[in-house]
């Protein structure tokens, strides 16, 4: 079964002690006013953990766990275990542009959210379903992506280079199960959730204090 390995704290805080100060020369966030709402497909482990972080992301609007990356067939919580479907655990994120960007999203996902330098691995979940991927929907989203990236390993922010993957979404994002939505609020102190989760949301919360808000979405 996945997640029922021993969990120790100390690899969650290993992602938010670094003092990362990276260079966002490339992808500065858009002081133009947008209308309308976006979204963006991404995936880095569990997928518990990332949307306990990306729901507290101010101008985030909504936020689902699902799979990405198979069909619909194989898009089943038990089935994706089998790391054989193609899937990724992943999050999909609709966020208002006028209240905040896409590259500080990006922002998050890199240096809060999970660790971009390995692979088909976080902490101790194994497997191609806990890849590193953004799944764009635009050139927009795939270019500032990749200068991002490109950014990060020119300024050695990580001592690996980074591995995310930046790949259409082909097909479509389908919605985990009801149990895996918001699975961090409703389960605060399971094992998982308080070694590893927590701590990463607590890091996150430190790094970008001016990002965060306490409402769920």
Known sequence: MKRCLPVFTALATSLTSGGFAPSLKAIEPDTTKKAGVSSI?????????MQGIFEHVKGVTNTVVGYAGGTKETAHYDMVAERNTGHAEAIRITWDPARVTYSELLKVYFLAAHDPTTRNRQHYDEGPEYRSAIFYTDDEQKNAA??????????????HPIVTQVVPLRGAF??????????????PTKGYIANVDIPLLKGFIAKFPELYTKEIK
């Open 146 to 159: 990749e200068a991002y990236i490109n950014d990060l390993d020119a300024a050695h922010q990580f001592k």
């Open 174 to 187: 389908f919605p985990a199960e009801a149990e895996h939505q918001h699975f961090l609020d409703h389960n």
């Open 41 to 49: 497909v991404l995936a880095g482990g569990c997928f518990w953990g």
